[in-house]
Protein backbone atom coordinates (compact mmCIF):
# COMPACT_ATOMS: atom_id res chain seq x y z
CA UNK A 1 0.00 0.00 0.00
CA UNK A 2 1.06 3.89 -0.88
CA UNK A 3 0.45 7.04 -1.80
CA UNK A 4 -0.20 8.48 -4.99
CA UNK A 5 -0.14 11.96 -5.70
CA UNK A 6 -2.64 13.83 -8.15
CA UNK A 7 -3.89 17.31 -9.21
CA UNK A 8 -7.57 18.23 -7.79
CA UNK A 9 -7.77 21.74 -8.89
CA UNK A 10 -5.52 24.90 -9.96
CA UNK A 11 -6.23 28.92 -9.72
CA UNK A 12 -4.99 31.83 -10.72
CA UNK A 13 -3.02 31.13 -13.77
CA UNK A 14 -3.92 29.71 -17.62
CA UNK A 15 -3.85 25.77 -17.28
CA UNK A 16 -2.14 25.78 -20.71
CA UNK A 17 0.77 26.32 -22.52
CA UNK A 18 -0.25 26.81 -26.04
CA UNK A 19 2.52 25.16 -27.95
CA UNK A 20 0.87 24.86 -31.60
CA UNK A 21 2.46 28.23 -32.92
CA UNK A 22 6.49 27.74 -31.78
CA UNK A 23 9.09 26.91 -33.52
CA UNK A 24 11.41 23.93 -32.72
CA UNK A 25 15.26 23.91 -32.56
CA UNK A 26 15.25 23.26 -36.08
CA UNK A 27 13.22 26.29 -37.40
CA UNK A 28 10.32 24.32 -38.62
CA UNK A 29 6.62 25.43 -36.90
CA UNK A 30 6.27 22.67 -34.15
CA UNK A 31 2.41 22.04 -34.88
CA UNK A 32 2.69 20.53 -31.82
CA UNK A 33 0.51 20.18 -29.13
CA UNK A 34 -0.63 22.33 -25.00
CA UNK A 35 1.00 21.81 -22.06
CA UNK A 36 -0.94 21.11 -19.04
CA UNK A 37 0.66 23.02 -16.66
CA UNK A 38 -1.70 22.33 -13.30
CA UNK A 39 -0.78 18.48 -14.03
CA UNK A 40 3.06 18.78 -14.88
CA UNK A 41 3.71 20.86 -11.12
CA UNK A 42 1.30 18.92 -9.62
CA UNK A 43 3.25 15.57 -10.91
CA UNK A 44 6.64 17.42 -10.28
CA UNK A 45 6.00 18.37 -7.04
CA UNK A 46 4.61 14.81 -6.01
CA UNK A 47 8.56 13.73 -7.06
CA UNK A 48 10.13 15.90 -4.89
CA UNK A 49 7.76 15.17 -1.73
CA UNK A 50 7.82 11.60 -2.27
CA UNK A 51 5.23 9.03 -2.09
CA UNK A 52 6.79 6.57 0.90
CA UNK A 53 8.25 7.55 3.73
CA UNK A 54 10.24 10.86 2.67
CA UNK A 55 8.24 12.79 4.80
CA UNK A 56 8.18 15.98 3.09
CA UNK A 57 4.43 17.04 3.12
CA UNK A 58 4.44 20.35 0.86
CA UNK A 59 6.35 21.51 -2.08
CA UNK A 60 6.27 24.86 -3.05
CA UNK A 61 6.90 25.59 -6.55
CA UNK A 62 8.55 29.24 -7.62
CA UNK A 63 9.23 31.03 -10.59
CA UNK A 64 7.28 27.76 -13.02
CA UNK A 65 7.88 28.67 -16.26
CA UNK A 66 4.82 29.31 -18.28
CA UNK A 67 2.85 30.49 -14.88
CA UNK A 68 3.00 34.07 -15.30
CA UNK A 69 -0.25 35.84 -14.42
CA UNK A 70 -1.66 35.66 -10.75
CA UNK A 71 -5.24 36.16 -11.21
CA UNK A 72 -6.73 35.64 -14.78
CA UNK A 73 -9.96 34.83 -16.84
CA UNK A 74 -10.44 32.50 -19.57
CA UNK A 75 -9.09 34.06 -22.47
CA UNK A 76 -10.41 32.16 -25.20
CA UNK A 77 -12.05 28.53 -26.05
CA UNK A 78 -8.46 27.06 -26.35
CA UNK A 79 -7.84 27.21 -22.64
CA UNK A 80 -10.23 24.83 -21.36
CA UNK A 81 -9.53 21.10 -20.59
CA UNK A 82 -13.12 20.44 -22.53
CA UNK A 83 -12.85 18.80 -25.74
CA UNK A 84 -15.11 17.32 -28.40
CA UNK A 85 -15.37 13.44 -29.50
CA UNK A 86 -13.74 14.84 -32.71
CA UNK A 87 -10.92 16.26 -31.35
CA UNK A 88 -9.98 13.40 -29.12
CA UNK A 89 -6.82 11.58 -29.92
CA UNK A 90 -8.77 8.23 -28.36
CA UNK A 91 -11.42 8.62 -30.26
CA UNK A 92 -11.18 5.93 -33.22
CA UNK A 93 -11.00 3.47 -29.82
CA UNK A 94 -13.86 4.93 -28.42
CA UNK A 95 -16.65 4.91 -31.34
CA UNK A 96 -14.61 1.13 -32.52
CA UNK A 97 -16.13 -0.50 -29.97
CA UNK A 98 -19.64 -2.39 -29.20
CA UNK A 99 -20.24 -1.15 -25.76
CA UNK A 100 -22.63 -2.61 -23.62
CA UNK A 101 -25.33 -0.23 -21.17
CA UNK A 102 -24.84 -1.20 -17.81
CA UNK A 103 -26.06 -4.31 -16.45
CA UNK A 104 -23.68 -7.40 -14.68
CA UNK A 105 -19.73 -6.91 -16.04
CA UNK A 106 -19.59 -10.79 -15.97
CA UNK A 107 -22.08 -11.15 -18.78
Known amino acids: MGW ?10 EPLYDNRSRVDLLGFESGGSQTNIPDSLAAS ?26 HVERKSKHNTFSFTMDEDIFAPFLKGVQWKKGGNAST
Open 4 to 13: SGLLLRWAGF
Open 45 to 70: AVFVMGESNEQTPIARIRNAPYVRER
